[in-house]
C-alpha cells in the first residue's frame, strides 16, 4: 500500500526537460494563435527580493547580477521550477532576440499569466505593470527594440498575500510568480483583440465578433476563412476607420455538430490587412431542456438533455503545482476522465491554462470553470478584482465549446462579512443582503458577456443559498448509506416557486437542479484521510439513478492533492484499483457511469439468513435515445460467491425481460431470489444486454451476508476469533479493529491460534484464513492527532492521518511473507502481496457502525488454504488441538480477517471433512 506519492520518476522530469528545448514549447493558446511567435519559456536570471530594494537599486535596468535561475513557466517554489519558495518579491531576466524577418513590425510581449502583481521593463524601459494572477497580458516592445533586435527583459512579481485578491486553493501548491507561457508575437498596424465565435445550431450558422484594442486606422477589409468538412469557407466584410468592434454572421452548410463522441472543431483563420489570427470554434448549443416524457429542466447539449456526470478537477501536479509538465500531461488529463465514462469536469477555483481546455475541446468533455475566490471580506476592492477576473476569463476562454457553464463563486467564499451581534455583542460572520445583490449582479455580468452559456452565482453548501442563477446546484458529502433520505428531501423541495436553497428574496424557477460536490471524503468526520472511494460511490450512483429529478452530479474529486486523497487517481496520476471485475465478472469503473443503468438501490450489501427469500429491487435508469428493435432489455442474473468452507459456488442463474423506452426511468417488479443453505458471501450479479444477448449496456451487483446456516453432515470446522489467539509477539504494534473483528500486528512477529474441539474422525482437511499485510499506518502511531485543520488553505496531513483512513489499493504494494508453522513444523510459506482496502473488502464496509466513523473500512486480506497432512489430522484427531503460528519474518506485518470483516465470511478455520 502507497503513501502519496509528490515527486516524479526521473524518467519523466528528464523526458519533458530534455527531449525539449524548453518546457511547453506549443503555442499556449491554439484559440488564438498568430504565425509569427517566439517561446521564452526555459532558464531565466531570477533573484529574491526579500527587502523590496530592486526597484531603488534600478535592478531593472538589467545590469544587476541575478545569482539564480528559475525555469518557465512552473512557478517559483515549485520543484520544477528549480527554485525554493524563498520571499514574496522576485525578479526575472533575460536577454531576448528578435528575429530579423520581424524587423518593422508590431511586437508585443505577452505573459499568460503571473500572480499578482507584475511589472515589465525592456532595456530599463517601463512596458507597463499588471494586477491579477489568471489571465493574460501584453505589451507592446516596438519602439524599444534596438537596432540588431536584442534587448534585455526584465520583470518584477509582487505576490504578497492580499485578502481581496483572488488566491483560490493555492494553499495546495502556490501559483507564485509567472506560472504560464512567456511569449513574443508580431502584430499588424490595426490588429485584432478577440475573435469571438458564437454558434447557432438552429439555423446553421456562427457569429464572428471581432474587438480592436485601438481604433482602427484606417478602413479595412476583413477575411473569415474557416475550414469545414467540405471544404474552405470565405467571408469577407468591412470595418470602418475608428472602429473598435465589429461583426458579422457566417452561414455554415452541412453542419457537422460538436459532441462528446464526435468533438469536431471549425478550424479558422481571421485576416486583418498584415495581422493574421488562427483560432477555431465547435457547432454546439447549451441550453436546458426536460427530460423526455417529464417536466424535468436538465441541462442540453444541442438541444438533448445531457444526464450530468462530472468530477472536481483541482487541477494540480505535485512538481509545477498550478503549472503541467507537458502538452501529453494535459491531454491525459482529459482522457483519464473519458476512460472512465465521464463527461465533464468543474475546474476548481481555478481559471484553467488554455492548451488543457484545448484537450477537452479535441477529445469531448465538458467544463464547469470557476473563477477564483477571495479570502477576506467583499469589500470594494475584492470585488473589483472579482469582475475584472470575471470579465478577462469569459474574454480569454470564450471560443472553447468545452465550457458549458461559469461559476461565480463557491460555498460563499468570501463573501461573509463581519458584523456585531446586538444581542451577544460578539462578533459573526454574516452572508447580508447587499452581498448577495452583488451576487447577483455578478451572475447577470456573466451572463451580458456571454448568453451562450449557463452561469451560476453561487455553488452552495454550508446554510448559504442561490440568488440569481441558471441552475440549482447544491453541495453534500454523506456516508454511502445517507443518501436516499437526503435525495428525498431535495426533490420535495424543488419547485418552482420554492424558497428552498435560495436566499430570502429569490425564488427558484425552472433552473437543473443537481449536485455538484459529493463524496465520502467530508461524509465522515474531518477529511476522511485516504480511503477506498469506490463503495460509497457504488452506494451513491445506485440512489442518484433512481432520482431523475436530480439531473446529474460532479464528484470529489479528479486526483488527490495535498490533503485530500479521495481522487480517481492518485496526486501522480498512478492507478487506484477498486477490484469490480473481481467481485463481478465484466465489471469495471465505467459501469458507475453507464447511460443505461440498472439499480438495486442504496443498500449494496445485505445480511440475510440462510435460505430465506429476498426480494431484490430493480430500477432501470435511461440516459439516451437508445435504438433496440423489439424494446426489449435482458437481464442475465447470477448468484454465486465463496462460502465459509472457502469454496466457490454458484446458486441459481436466470434471466429477466424487461420493457424498454428510451429515457425510461422504471421501476420493475423484484427479484425474489433464494439464498444458499450455507453462510457465505455472496454476490448476485445483473448484466442488461439487448434482447439477442449482443450488446452489454451494465454490469451491477448486490451482495449478501448468509448467516445462521448449516454445514454438510460430512464437514466439521474448529474456528477462532481473529482476536482469541493463543500468544501474539509483533516488534511495531498488536491492536485489534471494529471490536475484534480482525487483528493486526505490525513489523515482525507472530500469532499463534490454538485449534481445539472435540472431532470426529477426519480423513482431510485444511487450514482456512483470510490474511493480509499489515502496515502500520500514520493514525495507529502515537501522536498522530492532526493539529491543523485549515484544509482549504493548504493544511497538511498524511494520507493515513485521519482517524477514519485505510489508504486505498493503488499501484504501489506492501507486500508481506508469512511462515506458516502447524504444531511447531512449517508446513508452507505464503506471499500477501498487499496490505489492500478497496471495493473487495465488502464485509468491512458492511459492517461499519452508522456514526459518521470508519474503522480500516474496504480493508482485506487473501485466501489461504493449506492441507493438513496426514500426520496432522492423526494428531488432532487424537489430541483434539492443532497449533498454528503465522510468523513473519520481515516488516510486512499481518491482519487476520475475521467472518463478518474483510472480503470472505470466514474465521481463522480448520475445516475437517469426514
Known sequence: MKTLLLTFCFYLLSNFCFSQNIPLPEHPRPDFERLEWLNLNGYWEFEFDSLDIGKNQNWATGNTSFTKKILLPFPWGSPLSEVKDEADIAWYKKEISIPKNWSGKRTFVTIGASDYETSVWLNGKLLGTHQGGYTPFSFEISDLIKKDGKGTLVMRVDDKRRDYALYGKQGYGNARGIWQTVYLETRGTDFVSTAHFTPNIDNGSVKLELTFEEPLTQDQKITAEIETPSGLLKKDFLAKKGAEYTSTNIEIPNTRLWTLNDPYLYKTKIKLSEDEVSSYFGMRKISVAKLPGTEIPYVALNNSPIYLQLTLDQSYHPEGFYTFPSDEFMKNEIQLCKNIGLNGLRTHIKVDIPRKLYWADKLGLLVMADLPNFWGEPTPQAQKESEYTLREMIKRDYNHPAIFSWIVFNETWGLRTKVKNETSGKEENKYLPKTQNWVASMYYLAKSLDQSRLAEDNSICCGAGHTETDLNTWHEYLPGYAWEDHIKTITKNTYVGSEFHFEKGFTQGNQPMLNSECGNVWGYEGSTGDVDWSYDYHRMMNTFRMFPQMAGWLYTEHHDVI???????????????TGL????????????????????????????KADEEVSVPIFVSVMEDIK???????????????????????????????????????????????????????????????????TVYHTNFVSFEVIDGTLPKNIQVLEKKPTEYSSATWSQKTWTAMNGLKANGAGNGQFTYTFEGKTTVASSGYLLMELGAKALFFKDRAGSEIKNTDYMLGAKAEPSQNQNSYPMTDEKTFPSEVNILIDGKLTQTVKLADDPADHRGILSWHNQAQNRKLDEAGSYGYMVKVPLTKAQIKSLNKTGKLMVKLEVKGNGGLAVYGNHFGRYAFNPSVVLVR
Open 628 to 694: 433496440i428493435l423489439d424494446r426489449v432489455f435482458l437481464a442475465e442474473y447470477k448468484l454465486a460467491g465463496i462460502d465459509q468452507l472457502g469454496n466457490s459456488k454458484t446458486i441459481t442463474e436466470g434471466k429477466l425481460n424487461l420493457p424498454y423506452e428510451p429515457w425510461m426511468q422504471r421501476s420493475f417488479d423484484p427479484l425474489k431470489i433464494k439464498m444458499p443453505s450455507t453462510n457465505g458471501l455472496y454476490t448476485l450479479t445483473f448484466t442488461l444486454k439487448d434482447s439477442k444477448g449482443g
Open 581 to 608: 471485475n473481481e467481485i463481478a465478472n465484466g465489471m469495471n469503473d465505467r459501469d458507475f457511469h453507464s447511460l443505461v443503468y440498472l439499480s438495486n438501490g442504496q443498500d449494496i450489501t445485505h445480511t440475510v
Open 563 to 577: 490533503n485530500e486523497w479521495n481522487g480517481y487517481w492518485r496526486f501522480d496520476r498512478s492507478m487506484k484499483y
